[in-house]
């Protein structure tokens, strides 16, 4: 059996068939035009999952289910997006109408009904890395996704952990700087504000006009626009004293925000994912030795490694499959 796995992104809708080895047998990827109406959006889904299973010729009644990772605040349980800024949709009846379509559509007995759920991107990034990437060893795992902000997933058991109610486990707007840094959100001091690329480019421009002098200047052709995530890290290992401020700032800001979420669920292992997990060891080496000093219990108490997230831009579509039971 089959199951077709979403991941649903303001630029990109990608979709993937999953097989019962956790592998992506196909997938493809069509612009989203999140301008347009959430129905036209939902049949280009229905349309996409249908294409690839007819280019691998399996039947649609072979497959089990469509699960989607959809960015913004998802209600789960009801199966509605309930708002996402990205693709400007709020209160989108995501799973039914995917149902519906699917079904009028592409199954030859409209009386066959299909599986359809729905979480959040962040959760199913996570859920694909524990059933067939860097946590597949495991059953507990928090993943946080370092980007332009910062997404988070909990894994408890093998499942997803939601919350009771829609916007829960939302890792990257707990508060880490009480008053601190404002965050796209709305307040100030939360862990987005610190620990994303956003927050570690901002801290490298600081730093750079402080500095004139610093490697990091040379590094981005003089020109403090060109910073990235990449280059205080480039810079601090090349010995340059205002970027390892810098990175060393970073990796303890990330450092406590992770020993939090560690001391309240104590996972098997974290992941996160990312541009700046480019840096693999010289980012996670850092942040191990910081829990091992930091979380409660110390070395009385299981201290989760830390590792990098290895299926990239196929996590999203795995762990939406597996959404469906």
């Known amino acids: 059996m089959y199951r077709a796995g979403i991941d649903l992104g303001g630029t ?6 999953v097989d019962e080895q956790q592998k992506i047998l196909a997938e493809a990827s069509i612009p989203t035009k999140a301008e347009r109406p959430a129905l036209e959006i939902i049949k280009d889904m229905a349309s996409l999952v249908s294409q690839l299973l007819e280019n691998l010729t ?9 699960g989607v990772g ?9 199966g509605i997006v309930r708002y996402s800024n990205n693709i400007n ?3 989108i009846p995501l799973v039914d109408e995917l149902k519906k379509c699917f079904r009028e559509n592409y199954l030859p007995k409209k009386d066959i ?14 859920l694909g890395e524990v059933k067939a990437g860097a946590a597949k060893d495991v059953q507990n795992a928090i993943l946080l996704t370092l980007g332009t902000g910062v997404g988070g ?33 709305g307040r100030r001091g939360c862990v987005e504000a610190y620990v994303s690329a956003t927050a570690l480019i901002r801290d490298a421009k600081a730093a750079l006009k ?13 020109d403090p626009e060109n910073i990235n995530g990449k280059i205080p890290f480039d810079a601090a290992w090349a010995g340059d004293t205002a970027a390892k401020k810098v990175v060393d700032n970073y990796i303890m800001y990330l450092g406590e925000a992770i020993a939090n979420y560690v001391n309240i669920f104590r996972p098997d292992v974290v992941l996160l994912s990312g541009g700046i997990c480019n840096q693999k060891e ?5 942040v191990s030795a910081y829990l091992a000093d930091k979380c409660f219990g110390t070395d009385k108490a299981w201290i989760p490694p830390v590792r990098c997230a290895i299926l990239g831009n196929q996590a999203g579509m795995i762990g939406a499959a597996n959404l469906i039971g």
């Open 282 to 286: 010289k980012l996670t080496d850092p």
């Open 70 to 78: 959809s960015p913004g605040i998802v209600d789960a349980q009801a």
């Open 113 to 126: 009904s299909i599986q359809c759920a729905i979480s959040n991107d962040a959760n199913c990034a996570a």
């Open 58 to 66: 399996i039947v649609p009644e072979s497959l089990i289910g469509i």
């Open 12 to 17: 990109n809708l990608k979709a993937g068939i």
């Open 89 to 91: 949709w709020e209160n």
């Open 210 to 222: 402080a500095n004139p002098d610093s490697l990091m200047h040379q590094l981005c052709n003089g």
């Open 153 to 185: 997933g909990i894994i408890l058991d093998g499942k997803v952990f939601e919350g009771c109610y829609a916007g829960g486990a939302e890792l990257g707007h707990t508060s880490l700087i009480f008053g601190g840094e404002p965050c796209t959100c």
